[in-house]
């Protein structure tokens, strides 16, 4: 590993420390308005003097936000292990099997990384309206099952998979499905468990195609429901809105610092395999 020179680490530091407190500030002046009652909304101090949760309370009085919160977990659920198994059997293609195109197939695979949504979303949003799923959980989840990097990072660490373990299953007479899940998932957890918390980050978190697909309370998720409180109260009613960002801020801050080293080692492992 490479050593900084005392100059270079403590600058590094410094970088890091500020960036660190950009991101930290923000969080804390939200989850501190979100607890300060309405007379201490616009005071000078980060902090409420007189704690209180009734900005919580307003948040699910003025909002179906139950609901709201319901379409993005279950959601967020199905359309994670979805990417999941879809992501696992093809990586596990790319990586056991030689046939031709192969190469030519995962090119295709790198290549969907590189284009944005945004391109895509009208001609995905047509075909979801006439098949009728507009405002349902089907449109949110169906159209982003398929993940090109989940595919890029399982097969990165498939192939590094010892095959002797595969010709031991095979003289054993175990088929490829019972192979993939009795000898290949149980090796690859930390993989799947690191690949599953950013998976559940990017799908809690979406925001633009929910708003293009979803109208009612039906499959709104929460952070839709989040923008419509504000466009109802014209952004006016900071403590209730402060309330329902830190709600739906909990789950994805929660798994990314509780499970943090493994995201980091599961992306530098992928980093170092060829």
């Known amino acids: 590993m490479m050593k900084l020179s005392r100059p270079w680490a403590a600058t590094g530091q410094i970088i890091l420390f500020i960036t660190g407190l950009s991101i930290a500030i923000p969080l804390l002046l939200v989850l501190g308005t979100s607890f300060k009652p309405a007379n201490e909304i616009y005071a000078g101090y980060p902090w409420p003097l007189n704690p209180t949760f009734e900005n919580y309370r307003e948040v699910f009085d003025k909002l179906p936000f139950g609901a709201y919160l319901l379409n993005s977990a279950a959601t967020t659920a199905l359309r994670v292990t979805g990417q999941l198994i879809i992501a696992l059997l093809a990586a596990y293609a790319f990586a056991r099997y030689r046939f031709r195109g192969r190469a030519f197939v995962f090119a295709l695979v790198l290549g969907a990384m590189m284009i944005p949504h945004q391109l895509t979303f009208l001609p995905v949003y047509l075909l979801v309206n006439k098949l009728g799923w507009f405002d349902s959980w089907a449109a949110l989840i169906v159209p982003n099952l398929a993940m090109p990097l989940a595919v890029f990072l399982l097969r990165q660490h498939l192939l590094s998979f010892p095959r002797e373990l595969y010709d ?107």
Do not use: H
Request: aromatic share 10%.
């Open 168 to 274: 031991a299953a095979s003289m054993d007479g175990a088929g490829e499905l019972r192979t993939l899940w009795s000898i290949v998932l149980p090796n690859i957890k930390p993989v799947m468990a690191a690949l599953t918390i950013v998976l559940f980050v990017d799908c809690w978190n979406e925001y633009f195609w929910p708003l293009v697909v979803t109208e009612t309370e039906n499959a709104m998720t929460a952070q839709i429901g989040v923008r419509r409180f504000l466009d109802a109260e014209r952004g006016d009613d900071l403590g209730p809105l402060m309330a329902a960002v830190t709600l739906i801020s909990l789950p994805a801050v929660a798994v990314f610092v509780l499970f943090q080293r493994q995201i980091i080692n599961t992306f530098v492992s992928v980093g170092i395999k060829g």
